[in-house]
T-cell receptor, first 115, second 112 residues
């Protein structure tokens, strides 16, 4: 398996624009997580899905953020409108839920810069 | 609010010595504990997990868990310059139904 695949790897956009980040989890994994990483706040869990259903979105900072998982092999994280404080590295991770050793495998991340 | 605390460092250790990384967590319901390593500009990668009290060894790495004290640690023996990275402690509550909650990480520097 190619692992968790994220696109784009880098995104530079102007404030106010819509940004869509994409993720393809590892085949067979039934949990998917979106994380945001900054120097100040570290890795923060934004939202996670089990079997394509959003379980906890309490980490989503504002209504400008939304996430979808239309099927088991694809998820998006959308920011609309984007703001400079959204600049961060966004990671997608997937795992097989239910096991005690629930290792999450991370994608390479999307580095977002909002100017 | 689940919290995972780590000393941000940097922690500087001479090559060949033992590096000791520590982590405390607030949620007594936490059941699984993970150590991830993250090189600069890269994604986190799993080093070890532990879910029973005591020690777990894997090569040069030993994870230690004390649930009564809500404390987990990672020891790296015979430290190598390639071990220089940020080490992230993460916990999961329940049976994996929640996402990993991460600490902010400890920056480890192995001095040749």
């Amino acid at each position: 398996d190619a692992g968790v695949i994220q696109s784009p790897r880098h995104e530079v956009t102007e404030m106010g624009q819509e940004v869509t980040l994409r993720c393809k989890p590892i085949s067979g994994h039934n949990s998917l997580f979106w994380y945001r990483q900054t120097m100040m706040r570290g890795l923060e869990l934004l939202i996670y899905f089990n079997n394509n259903v959003p379980i906890d979105d309490s980490g989503m900072p504002e209504d400008r953020f939304s996430a979808k998982m239309p099927n088991a092999s694809f998820s998006t994280l959308k920011i609309q409108p984007s703001e400079p404080r959204d600049s961060a590295v966004y990671f997608c991770a997937s795992s097989l839920q239910g096991a005690v050793n629930t290792e999450a495998f991370f994608g390479q991340g999307t580095r977002l810069t909002v100017v | 609010q689940k919290e995972v605390e780590q000393n941000s460092g940097p922690l500087s250790v001479p090559e060949g010595a033992i590096a000791s990384l520590n982590c405390t967590y607030s949620d007594r319901g936490s059941q699984s504990f993970f150590w991830y390593r993250q090189y600069s500009g890269k994604s986190p990668e799993l080093i070890m997990f532990i879910y029973s009290n005591g020690d777990k060894e894997d090569g040069r790495f030993t994870a230690q868990l004390n649930k009564a004290s809500q404390y987990v640690s990672l020891l790296i023996r015979d430290s190598q310059p390639s071990d220089s990275a940020t080490y992230l402690c993460a916990v999961v509550s329940g049976g994996g139904a929640d996402g990993l909650t991460f600490g902010k990480g400890t920056h480890l520097i192995i001095q040749p």
